[in-house]
């Protein structure tokens, strides 16, 4: 399997890659842009790692210390 990393591949091998994912994913109908959401990739300005990486950010949330996760009572 040839590398994905920026400096391996060109833009439009980047480009194709995202699109292919896109096929074999089944996200074109998904409302989920992956030409957007992988831009910065793309652009070469990071690797899928760091745009997964920020966009799994997004979905941790700060759970104070004195609360049981998922039913809300102190401890």
């Known amino acids: ?3 994905t990393l920026i400096k391996d591949t060109t833009k439009m091998e980047r480009i194709e890659l995202v699109k292919q994912w896109e096929e074999e994913e089944g996200c ?15 652009d070469g300005k990071k690797e899928i790692a760091e745009v997964n990486a920020e966009y799994t ?4 949330s700060e759970i104070p210390d004195d609360t049981v996760p998922g039913c809300g009572f102190s401890k």
């Open 28 to 42: 074109e109908n998904c409302g989920m842009d992956l030409l957007e959401y992988f831009r910065d990739y793309i």
């Open 57 to 60: 950010a997004h979905y941790i």
């Open 1 to 3: 399997m040839k590398s």
